[in-house]
């Protein structure tokens, strides 16, 4: 049984690799070391909520091994850390393998797809007791040839590991980096939180806004699909946050579950971590519906030189849509019957 943060997150990287490759008719056995007897899985849409082994192992992997049956895991980042008396470890990275039948009405391709992740679990008397799987089911979609949505105004494609390459904490952290790298998230986090958008919302109020203190001037910000990657200030700006913040005026944001540090990186996430009114046209090519929403959002960070470099973004795109009155799924077999 795992008694630290450096041995919990050891077994657990070993342990979701064996997982992942279980195969078919093999999620149980290996669940059942891993997880508490009655863990709750929360997932994107539309796998969302469930509890207990028995119906993670059935409604989760056994039907994505169906799929892909040579299916592996591929870490990228690996963070463990403690946020109000819970222990945490947190990956972000992708399952990998090809494609041979259909998963959630989106069609086989054949070939090899990356699944891309962004995960939470918290780890409790040596077992997973809560997973957070934010899994960019809309990527996947992206893969199969099919997209049933405007373009995206970032790049699309597979994100990369952090520059630095630490992004596996698999060795002890310096605590005074840990708690500096949360210190420096939460303050740029604050910085968006403070910012008027009704009356400075702008381009270039954005740009000279006190969050371009925290962000290096090389920086990357890779969003899920449906938002995709940019480059540089002037490209988040300009590809999401405008956009999201025109649609978005009146978010509530940092209504977080975990907040961690661990060396170079954080990790943020709630369930959902943003709530707002959907005002404003563009983002996602949608009109205003005039819609409450929560958006489940995971926000994992690299800081380096000081500044913040790099920001992976998983975001439950398709959850959100269904929000706003937009079943995606729904659109793929319409596309798919013609």
Known sequence: MPTNHLETKHWLHAGLARLA???????????????????????????????????IAAAVWEPLFAACPDLERRDLIVAAGTFEGRDYVAAVGHYCG????????????????????????????????????????????RQAGLWPLPPSLGAEGMWPGPITGEGLRLAPANSAQSAASLAQTLAMQGTLGAFRDHEDAGREELLAMPQRAHWHERMMWYGPAGIGTTRGLPGFVDQH?????????????????????????????????????????????????????GMRVMDFYLHHEGLIRENWVPLDILDLLMQLGVDVLARLRDLRRR
């Open 21 to 55: 490759e279980a195969g078919p008719g093999g999620a149980a056995a290996v669940l059942a070391n891993l997880y508490a007897p009655d863990a709750e899985w929360r997932g994107a849409h539309p796998l969302n909520e469930m509890r207990g082994a028995e119906a």
């Open 98 to 141: 090809v494609f041979h039948a259909d998963w959630l009405g989106i069609p086989a391709t054949g070939r090899t797809v990356y699944l891309r992740y962004g995960e939470v679990h918290e780890v409790r008397g040596g077992r997973i007791v809560q997973s957070s799987c934010l899994w960019d089911i809309l990527d996947l979609i």
């Open 241 to 293: 946050q405008l956009p999201f913040r025109i649609a978005f005026p009146n978010r509530k944001g940092g209504q977080h579950y975990i907040r961690i540090g661990d060396g170079p990186i954080s990790v943020t996430g709630g369930w959902p971590s943003v709530t707002a009114t959907h005002t404003g046209g563009g983002f996602l090519g949608l009109g205003p519906t005039g819609r409450l929403v």
